[in-house]
């Protein structure tokens, strides 16, 4: 029991660490913030390319897109824009480099929620909004794009906190995030216990956050 | 010569590539059988403990709903480097594959048992009571009524996410576990050229792509059934 206390849950070296820590958290944070509406917006716009056109071709090679990078990890894309890009001549600072691999993963997430969000909006409102003057920009964001997101808000929720948590993998090319924090810490307290905190503190963050999706899910099983 | 224009040259080097193609393929092989590995324990964990939490006992099931809030919580980052550095300390020390494979194997499990509790919820409670009225014990009625009406609902919201789950073997590259993004790492470096992370995507798409694909063929039809 004294072990598990000394290397997991030792208060001294959780005071000692604790600002490092919290420094950490709120670039996990503001990294988050950066991400999310970006990946949200790019997702939104292919949701309503895929939705509103007629052309095969287009609705095609979105798909293909969705898919492709639905079929690589996150990490794997990090990496290749962090470290590919020198060899291509260009030199990514780390946040441009993780944003857009966070963007480029994400909006393909975010694509799909959309999309389903958008079919459950019944084709007789685009034409009622439409009949009463509405250009067709205005129809889709006063009529059918809020009434899209209704219908998958605890989809948009989940996909939110799944990129929260996705903001670990930075610690990777030394963003210093919570777990990048962490893992300096530990190396130089030689103790894992900042790890455990860096735990404790994910759970504090996302644990309500999971229960208010779970509320939102259940709310829409029953509606 | 087209091999020689930059681009191709960097990237797509066919000297680079054929060096370091034996390797990637093994890396590649490490990634496929932790994929499967955490594919079937974590199903598996998670049907059980779905079934253990339908006893309808107290004690049971509010270990098993922090298990999984716990799990669905954290970044599966965080759990694979909390279990690899914090393990050794209590006289457990585990490999790379093994920390990597329990890691997801739980995270999956997290997930697989909400979505086949929710599935558990969804049927109907006269179908217990009829089944257990004909003479079946819990248990069968359980295996042979519950069960297979639950699991048919859980399907397709399981797909996307042992999709992205098994993506996620990437992450034992952090502790060094040498599946294809870490060799490739490794062989780019070693080779001072991209070429290897290039098969290392290739990779990747080889492998998830027919998964990502297939994912939206089986959503469609067990929804429809």
């Known amino acids: 029991m004294n072990e598990i206390i000394q290397n997991f849950f030792n208060l001294d070296i959780y005071a000692q660490v604790l600002p490092f820590m919290l420094k950490g958290l709120w670039t996990t944070i503001w990294l988050s913030a950066l991400v999310i509406p970006l990946g949200g917006a790019a997702g939104l716009a292919i949701a309503l390319a895929v939705n509103q056109s007629r052309n095969r071709m287009v609705r095609w090679a979105i798909v293909a897109y969705v898919d492709f990078f639905r079929a690589f990890p996150p990490l794997v894309l990090l990496i290749l824009v962090y470290f590919g890009g020198p060899f291509l001549g260009i030199e990514l600072n780390k946040v441009t480099a993780v944003a857009l691999a966070f963007v480029l993963n994400n909006s393909s997430y975010f694509a799909e929620v959309f999309r389903a969000g958008l079919e459950g909006v019944h084709a007789g409102q685009m034409e009622a909004a439409r009949s009463t003057g509405l250009t067709r920009f205005q129809a889709l964001r006063y009529v059918v794009v809020p009434q899209a997101v209704k219908n998958v808000l605890p989809d948009l929720v989940g996909n939110g906190i799944e990129i929260v948590k996705l903001t670990s993998i930075a610690s990777v090319v030394a963003i210093p995030e919570l777990l990048r924090a962490a893992r300096d810490a530990q190396s130089l307290v030689y103790n894992p216990s900042p790890i455990m905190l860096a735990a404790i503190i994910y759970l504090a963050l996302l644990w309500p956050l999971t229960r208010l999706l779970g509320s939102l899910e259940h709310r829409r099983a029953r509606a | ?225």
């Open chain 2, 1 to 225: 010569m087209i091999a020689d224009s930059g681009l191709l040259f960097t990237f797509f080097n066919v000297a680079v590539a054929k060096q370091y193609l034996p390797a990637i393929l093994e890396g590649t092989l490490v990634t496929v059988g932790v994929g499967i590995a955490v594919v079937i324990t974590g199903t598996l964990l998670g049907l059980v403990l779905a079934i253990a939490r339908s006893f309808g006992l107290r004690a049971v099931a509010l270990p098993i709903v922090a298990f999984a809030d716990i799990m669905r919580s954290l970044p599966p980052l965080v759990v694979i480097i909390v279990l690899y550095f914090g393990l050794p300390s209590l006289g457990v020390p585990l490999s790379a594959f093994a920390v990597t494979w329990l890691s997801l194997s739980l995270v999956l499990a997290a997930y697989a048992e909400e979505s086949v509790w929710a599935g558990i919820l969804a049927v109907p409670a006269g179908q217990m009571e009829a089944a257990r009225s004909t003479g079946l014990t819990w248990w069968q009625s359980m295996q042979s009524v519950l069960l297979p009406q639950a699991i048919r609902r859980a399907v397709p919201p399981l797909t996307n996410r042992v999709i992205s789950i098994t993506k996620n073997t990437a992450l034992g590259s952090v502790v060094a576990l040498n599946e294809v993004l870490n060799t490739a790492q490794g062989a780019t470096s070693h080779a001072g050229n991209p070429t290897p992370l290039m098969m290392a995507a290739i990779a990747y798409l080889i492998v998830f792509l027919p998964l990502v694909i297939a994912s939206r063929s089986i959503e469609k039809r067990w929804r429809r059934a």
